[in-house]
């Protein structure tokens, strides 16, 4: 390992004794997701003051997440101190948590797994989930913390933490796609509902790159963390802070707690083109068209079997195009 990429003044003995932990890989993405909302291309610098700044945090745990990023080739640090994007942050897929220990991930999912299939209650402590997975207490403790940043569990009374079965039962998915279908139509066409210019370039970016994507080399991954941002973007453009608050959770918990299902390459590359519309939609100040377009994407991808007119975008798009 290079350590030179990064900072030269590290000493290699310390570098290896330093590990990256899950929070600096969670800011990282975030400085990424940062760079993809204000149109940074490959070459430009990454403030780490006005970043901290951003990310509500000091510049340390800044410094560090951007030690990960070098140490992953996404940026490069200069001699004289500072780091360059070594990436088109709008075409990256996205983080791999490598950072979180095994042991935490397999006790995650075992939990969410086990409560989901009624093979434990949703009521435990870290006493009974260590002797049911024979795990240590900080790796107990350290995935139901993870459980409570994904908005799944919650700590109860006394040494009680209650994980939302409601969140991950076999329904889920569907009562997920009655929410949103209720909420995210409503929260384009909120009177608060504002504009967010630079955001919009940025996801365009991204999805003109996947749009011009074969259907034998689409970017699932790519796609995944564009659709995420697409519709975190409505709920935090839509005025209301109540509204905005519920989606912001609701996707988050989405994102972590439903498993992944078999989407054929074309129907994400056409979510994509129904993805631009509705930014073409926003763009225009037609919110009200834009909140139709949302309940139809919302109904297809639900049923993952759109009725297709030529193989194309379904016809309500061709229309608006």
Avoid at 110 to 125: K, N, P
């Amino acid at each position: 390992m290079s350590v030179t990429l990064w900072n030269s003044k590290v000493r290699p003995m310390e570098t290896e004794a330093k590990k990256v932990n899950h929070r600096h890989v969670e800011l990282a993405q975030k400085i990424l997701d940062i760079a993809t909302e204000r149109g940074m291309s490959r070459g430009e610098r990454l403030p780490e003051q006005a970043l901290a700044s951003r990310c509500n945090v000091s510049r340390t745990p800044i410094r560090k997440a951007l030690q990960f990023l070098a140490e992953k080739s996404i940026v490069t640090a200069e001699v004289e101190g500072g780091y360059l994007l070594a990436i088109d942050p709008a075409s990256f897929p996205g983080l791999e948590d490598s950072a979180q220990p095994a042991e935490e991930t397999e006790l995650y999912n075992a939990i969410l797994r086990d409560v989901s299939a009624g093979r434990i209650s949703d009521s435990q402590t870290v006493a009974s989930l260590q002797r049911r997975y024979d795990a240590s207490r900080n790796a107990v403790q350290n995935a139901l913390t993870r459980l409570a940043e994904d908005n799944l569990a919650e700590r109860a009374a006394g040494q009680q933490w209650l994980v939302k079965q409601f969140a991950i039962s076999g329904d889920a998915v569907a009562k997920s796609f009655e929410y949103r279908l209720s909420c995210e139509p409503l929260a384009l066409t909120m009177p608060g509902f504002r504009r967010d210019a630079a955001a919009i370039t940025s996801l365009r970016q991204s999805m003109e790159i996947l749009r011009s994507m074969t259907e034998s080399g689409f970017d699932q991954k790519l796609f995944e963390r564009t659709d995420f941002d697409f519709h975190m973007l409505i709920a935090r453009s839509c005025g209301n802070p109540f509204m905005s608050e519920a989606l912001l959770s609701h996707h988050r918990r989405r994102r972590s707690s439903q498993p992944p299902v078999h989407v054929n390459a074309f129907r994400l590359m056409q979510s994509n083109m129904e993805h631009i519309q509705m930014l073409e939609q926003i763009e225009r100040g037609q919110l009200e068209l834009a909140a139709d377009l949302m309940r139809v994407h919302i109904q297809l991808s639900h049923s993952q079997r759109p009725r297709l007119a030529g193989r194309g975008v379904p016809p309500v798009f061709k229309i608006v195009g």
